[in-house]
């Protein structure tokens, strides 16, 4: 028994370092697509209130998170997934106090400040998207959010949002703040989504397709990175986050079309009369995400396809049936001649073919 555990115990070691290690780089991934709400909560004075309650609910999939003010009057919810929240916050003797839409963008935190009114717990105080600040006082990130909503209806060329980080302040000629290309970089979901060698070029865009039916958000780090971005290897980072399967079912279905019919002459083929040239492009596609269990288990799938008709001509030269028995053709001062590799060669000294009408022309030479 002893002898069996001892040769197991390497392995048994080595996979609970695995797992370690996974649960490591859970977190560091979480760090990088998920955002946080800091609280305050003081009463109409101003004073920190200590034991309030907290109720944090994510709107998309009813999941929901409690906690209680410490001795400041302060709380964070951490590694909240992106989207739109809903807290409520309660004490005995103070009016509650609702605020009923809550975006968390990756890598941001949203700060919150409440004042409770003296009161009964069940009157409400609702506070409307509107009034909450949208400003993030508490970091001096240079950060830009793309908003999908904004641009998941835009013709976008392959559909592909990579290049949209070049919209948010501080890009020019091809890099961000004036950094050098190396310095740049981008993960999907936390992951690094290029190679970290020769990034001579600049590594902004992932390798694979940041598409608009995948994405849920693109935040785009531009200077002062926050200390959970960039992993060391970059001072500007793009964070991209896919979608994510809530309670309700959601997809959509697109198709991207394009034909010669629609497109324009270019210039040059104008100035040669020359016609359009044929084009035909179909990509299409679909996504659809909703609850396996409602509350429990969610899921999100994509799929998409392109469809280009193209051709190409090829050809290739060869012998005809009298070269292939030795005998060539050819013209010159307009009398045809005809010169037969194997005799006029084999015959000739040293294997020097000689050009019938100029005797003294050598003009193949085989060895």
């Known amino acids: 028994m002893s002898h069996s555990f001892s040769r197991h115990l390497p392995t048994r070691a080595l996979l609970g370092l695995c797992i370690l290690i996974g649960f490591g780089a859970i977190s560091t991934w979480a760090q990088m697509t998920e955002g946080s709400i800091s609280i305050s909560v003081t009463d109409q004075s101003g004073a920190m209130l200590p034991a309030a309650d907290l109720a944090l609910q ?61 009161g009964a717990e069940n009157q409400q105080v609702v506070v409307s998207a509107e009034e909450i600040p949208v400003l993030e006082t508490n970091s001096n990130a240079i950060t830009g959010t793309i908003d999908m909503k904004q641009v998941e209806d835009l013709p976008l060329s392959g559909r592909d949002i990579s290049s949209l980080s070049r919209l948010v302040p501080g890009y020019a000629g091809g890099t961000w703040n004036g950094l050098p290309y190396m310095a740049t970089g981008n993960n999907v979901d936390g992951v690094v989504g290029t190679t970290q060698r020769m990034k001579f070029a600049g590594a902004a865009t992932p390798l694979v397709e940041a598409r608009v039916e995948n994405m849920e958000e693109m935040t785009v780090q531009t200077d002062q990175l926050n200390m959970n971005t960039g992993y060391g290897i970059s001072d500007m980072q793009v964070n991209f986050v896919t979608r994510r399967g809530t309670n309700s079912f959601h997809g959509r279905v697109y198709e991207d079309f394009r034909n010669a019919a629609l497109n324009a002459n270019t210039w040059l083929n104008d100035a040669s009369g020359l016609p359009k040239a044929h084009f035909i492009r179909n990509e299409f596609g679909g996504s659809l995400g909703g609850a396996i269990i409602k509350n429990k288990l969610f899921f999100f799938g994509t799929f998409a396809t392109a469809r280009q008709p193209s051709g190409a001509t090829n050809s290739n030269t060869v012998i005809g049936a009298p070269a292939q028995t030795g005998l060539f053709k050819f013209s010159s ?11 006029d060669v084999a015959g000739s000294p040293a294997g020097q073919g000689v050009n019938p009408c100029c005797p003294m022309q050598t003009v193949v030479n085989f060895f």
């Open 333 to 343: 001062q307009g009398t045809t001649h005809t010169f037969n590799v194997f005799t």
């Open 58 to 118: 994510d709107l998309a999939t009813n999941v929901t998170r409690t906690a209680a003010t410490g001795s400041a009057g302060s709380y964070t919810f951490a590694g909240l997934p992106t989207g739109n929240y809903r807290l409520t916050i309660s004490k005995s003797g103070f009016e509650t106090q609702v605020f009923e839409l809550i975006t968390v963008s990756a890598t941001r935190v949203t700060y919150l400040k409440a004042a409770l009114k003296v």
